[in-house]
């Protein structure tokens, strides 16, 4: 069993950067888990932004995203960060961290429901 708690976010201008965090606590230790990150805007469907191996060697991203964001994890703090650069206003969302479980240490997981633990979500508005 692992809880995670996002913090990080706000609001912010077009252009700018927030740094969002994600730290698991539980039974099982965060190094366990491959971790992504997932975004809901209002009235539409939960999408992914990103995802990092349990190693941290290996991440992916959305295209809307590549190049702007990083993930980073940081296993002996149980946490997992998504560094937000060049902002836009469609990347106001809620942002929910989740953590799966992965057998390997070099793969991302990328597909929603593979995700077996997530977050409450932390509120990220970017203003035009």
């Known amino acids: 069993q692992v809880q995670l708690v996002e913090s990080g976010g706000g609001l912010v201008q077009a252009g700018g950067s927030l740094r969002l965090s994600c730290t698991a606590s539980?039974?099982?230790?965060?190094?366990?888990?491959?971790m992504g990150w997932f975004r809901q805007a209002p009235r539409k469907e939960r999408e992914f932004v990103g995802a990092?191996?349990?190693?941290?060697?290996?991440?992916y991203y959305a295209d809307s995203v590549k190049g702007r964001f990083t993930i980073s994890r940081d296993n002996f703090k149980n946490a997992v960060y998504l560094q937000m650069n060049s902002l836009k206003p469609e990347d106001t969302a809620v942002y929910y961290c989740?953590?799966?479980?992965?057998?390997?240490?070099?793969?991302?997981?990328?597909?929603?429901?593979?995700?077996?633990?997530w977050g409450q979500g932390t509120q990220v508005t970017v203003s035009s």
């Open positions: 990092i191996s349990r190693s941290g060697g290996s991440t």
């Open positions: 989740a953590a799966a479980w992965a057998q390997s240490g070099s793969r991302y997981v990328t597909t929603r429901d593979e995700y077996n633990y």
């Open positions: 539980g039974r099982s230790s965060a190094g366990y888990y491959a």
